[in-house]
């Protein structure tokens, strides 16, 4: 087995810079803390225990996009709503192992994050959730349940990750790394995807499905995603929360959230398998 050489930089945080991944050492103690709440738990977390977990944890937006070499980064400190569920869906695949290791978590984040659990820089991520939904879904993790349901067939014209690249890079960006990216939204636009409208939540939903809310254009497919969690008989949101700033329980019920914001097109659901 390769081993990664790590060295430790900074002086109030130690942070732990390996030739391929990249964590702080709160990182790893979470970890620990996680085993032991599971151990607490007595069985096999759903992901909605697992996403409970991280409840209050703070929102930070771009946490993977600060390294150029593109490291494997495991931040369980700070979350956006994508690497919020791609951090609790990684730790309830990793409960399912006899040997639930670091190394095992760093392999499934890995599989989840990029394309056939390559990391070959920043093009190489699944930046679009339609992407990430489907590779996971071929992996075996989750399977989509949009289209099964009744969900009407759209076509998206992806391309807001370029645009966002020439807007921040111009003349500098890389035309290799462009190049990949236009490929990968090209493909993408090809294919038609489904949507549940937003004014007729599906009496099928679970405790734990894996909830993304479908773009209204802007050559995007997904705003948001979260986990769904029943509180007072009504299902809610588990989220990280660009509103709140942490990971919450939204207050109102999913179905109010999903009317009260307009540039929600609708809805998707993904299940654990």
């Not at 050492?25 to 909605?48: C, M, R, W």
């Not at 948001?224 to 990280?240: F, K, M, P, S």
Request: net charge negative; charged share 20%; proline share 3%.
């Amino acid at each position: 087995m390769k081993r990664l050489v790590c060295f430790f930089v900074g002086l109030c945080l130690s942070v732990v810079i390996c030739a391929e991944v990249k964590y702080e050492e709160t990182d790893s103690t979470l970890f620990i803390n996680y085993l032991q709440y599971v151990n607490d738990l007595g069985h096999a977390p759903s992901l909605s225990e697992t996403g409970m977990f991280f409840l209050n944890a703070p929102y930070v937006a771009g946490v993977l996009d600060k390294d150029a070499d593109e490291p494997l980064v495991v931040n369980m400190r700070q979350l956006d709503c994508v690497t919020f569920v791609e951090h609790s869906l990684a730790l309830t695949l990793l409960m399912r192992q006899q040997t639930p290791t670091w190394d095992a978590y760093l392999s499934l984040l890995q599989q989840l994050r990029y394309r056939n659990g390559q990391r070959d820089g920043y093009a190489s991520r699944l930046h679009y959730l339609s992407e990430w939904i489907q590779q996971a879904e071929n992996n075996g993790f989750v399977a989509e349940k949009t289209c099964e349901w009744g969900g009407q067939k759209q076509t998206i014209h992806f391309h807001l990750l370029t645009d966002a690249v020439k807007k921040k890079q111009g003349e500098h960006a890389d035309s290799v790394t462009m190049s990949r990216l236009l490929h990968v939204e090209k493909t993408l636009s090809e294919k038609d995807y489904c949507c549940l409208p937003k004014d007729a939540l599906s009496s099928r939903l679970n405790e734990g499905d894996i909830i993304a809310f479908c773009a209204d254009g802007k050559g995007i497919d997904v705003w948001h995603v979260g986990i769904v969690v029943r509180q007072n008989d009504e299902w809610h949101l588990l989220h990280a929360s660009s509103v709140a700033k942490k990971v919450i329980i939204s207050p109102q019920p999913l179905r109010e959230y999903l009317l009260q914001i307009k540039r929600y097109q609708g809805y998707r659901v993904i299940r654990l398998q």
